[in-house]
């Protein structure tokens, strides 16, 4: 009888184990926050284009496609403020990447991107990319100049909530800095499409969400992100993620490339995959 109690324990923890090792390894968390990056990241970089120049129009028809349509309220040249921005790409537009957006995005502006003080709200109304819905309110804050001479702002996503193509969704909620670090001096008006192209940011912050199976989440990132408008994916950057009950595991975005490739590490496993 003493022999069969101790098997039952033995087997018990070993099975116990087993499960926390196969949880351990799953990937399902990591990727949904590369998902819920990459749909923010990407509207983020709208709002930038929206109101970077004066004639948002000219830039979004050479950048997003010949269909999108863009309105403002009052409209430019008139710089009263505050504005309300809304770019339609209605059934389906392609871009120059070959991305394909459908729905609309509302920005209610105090002031230009460039503007210290400035708040831009953005929300998007059945907007997808590439079959992905994303939802939520976007609120990002010019802080002005730092000490390293860049333009600063503060970012945050309240309810912001990611849905694949097959209805599985991930929610959201962040924190953010961003640092304007390159092309800060170039325009539309001065350098044409390359005067945007060449923007790119280092951001730090947190999050927190419930992953597509419903477990909550923590995030850090842990090594500044590097995101940059000639590019649809996040290029350089790490992030820690804590997902409940499960080891803590990171997510490399790469040394700086373009690509769609990134990188879950949990201990000594780790994985490979493709963001979409």
Do not use: H
Request: net charge negative.
């Amino acid at each position: 009888m003493q022999r069969i109690f101790l098997f039952a324990i033995l087997a018990s923890l070993i099975f116990a184990s087993c499960g926390r090792m196969g949880t351990n390894k799953d990937s399902t968390t990591t990727q949904d926050v590369a998902m819920v990056e990459v749909g923010f990241n990407e509207i983020q970089k709208i709002t930038e284009d929206a109101l970077k120049e004066n004639e948002p129009g000219n830039v979004f028809e050479v950048l997003y496609g010949s269909g999108v349509v863009v309105s403002v309220d009052p409209p430019f040249p008139d710089m009263t403020f505050p504005k309300v921005l809304t770019i339609d790409f209605g059934d389906g537009v392609a871009d120059l990447l070959g991305n394909i957006r459908t729905g609309s995005i509302e920005i209610q502006a105090t002031g230009l991107y460039r503007d210290e003080g400035a708040v831009l709200t953005t929300t998007p109304n059945n907007y997808t990319l590439n079959g992905y819905l994303i939802e939520g309110v976007k609120t990002v804050t010019n802080n002005g100049i730092n000490a390293e001479g860049n333009t600063n702002f503060d970012i945050s996503i309240v309810d912001g909530k990611v849905t694949d193509p097959d209805g599985e969704f991930a929610t959201w909620n962040s924190e953010r800095n961003k640092e304007w670090i390159v092309g800060e001096s170039t325009t539309f008006l001065s350098d044409g499409i390359p005067g945007i192209l060449d923007d790119a940011y280092s951001l730090t912050g947190s999050a927190s969400g419930v992953n597509r199976n419903g477990l909550n989440f923590t995030m850090d990132i842990i090594d500044p992100l590097i995101v940059s408008l000639d590019c649809k994916w996040i290029k350089q950057g790490v992030l820690e993620i804590n997902p409940d009950g499960v080891d803590t595991r990171s997510l490399d975005y790469g040394d700086g490339e373009c690509d769609n490739q990134a990188t879950i590490s949990v201990g000594d496993w780790s994985y490979t995959f493709n963001m979409w």
